[in-house]
């Protein structure tokens, strides 16, 4: 899984490396959320928590650019042939759901062999489909019988991109709603498994990217073939903590 993601920090490049465009009014109802979830019975009754936060969870990227599960990060979808840049939490929150998924299913990574035997991708796959960039990727990993978190990064490429599936949440009575997403994973390169981590982000080729973004014409052979269809990479790591 990807424990967490460090964002690409300059949206105006991302904009310019895959001639995107950024939902500006989108943008604008997320910061509106984040003011009115200082509230914290606003966000329990909004939300469907069993009880108050006791932060606003609301939560854009710090300073070092990382995002966690719940946190907001731009994802590319297509609408009307258009790529556009969408704020969305990394954390999948199923459309129509009354409740959170509770925190102990992982719900931010979904595995390339689950999307049709999971429910909460089986709605998404072949319908909402995204490309997430980002910088690098944290993962937790045995080193000499301790548990240290380990950063891996290209060598190729400062932005990478990966595939993901993404669904919208919306409460009708408080008029209010969010995109959320999760990073489609699958078996590692070399380089990532000898460093004892088991999963790692598709890294889709370049040249699928409007294909896997406009599935409704395509099969899901076509679908599962783009996906298995990698950019070549080689990643790098550092110890960091």
């Known amino acids: 899984m990807c424990f967490s993601v460090e964002t690409a920090k300059d949206i105006d490049r991302v904009m310019k490396l895959f001639k995107a465009k950024q939902d500006l009014e989108e943008v604008a109802r997320l910061n509106s959320m984040i003011i009115k979830a200082n509230d914290f019975q606003w966000v329990k009754d909004t939300l ?56 102990k299913f992982n719900v931010f990574n979904a595995r390339l062999d689950s999307f049709e035997v999971r429910q909460t991708w089986a709605p998404l796959f ?41 669904d919208y949440w919306f409460n009708e009575k408080a008029n209010i709603g969010f995109y959320s997403f999760a ?9 990532i498994a000898e460093m004892g981590h ?14 896997w973004l406009s599935p409704e ?9 783009i996906l298995k269809t990698k950019e070549r990479v080689h990643y790098s790591y550092a110890w960091v903590a």
Request: hydrophobic share 35%; net charge positive.
């Open 198 to 211: 088991d999963r790692c982000p598709i890294f889709l080729s370049a040249d699928k990217i409007d294909d």
């Open 183 to 191: 990073i489609i994973t699958d078996d590692p390169p070399s380089e």
């Open 48 to 103: 469907g928590l069993t009880k108050k936060p006791s932060s606003n969870p609301f939560k854009l990227p710090g300073n070092d650019n990382r995002i966690f599960p719940g946190c907001f990060g731009q994802v590319m979808v297509k609408e009307n042939d258009d790529r556009i840049l969408k704020p969305m939490r990394y954390r999948i929150r199923a459309n129509g759901s009354k409740a959170e998924i509770p925190t």
């Open 217 to 225: 014409s395509k099969t899901k052979e076509v679908i599962y073939q």
């Open 126 to 166: 072949m319908k909402n489909h995204g490309l997430f960039p980002f910088v690098r990727f944290f993962e937790w990993v045995e080193d000499e019988g301790k548990k240290r978190l380990i950063s891996f990064k290209s060598d190729q490429h400062e932005i990478l991109w990966a595939p993901c599936l993404w």
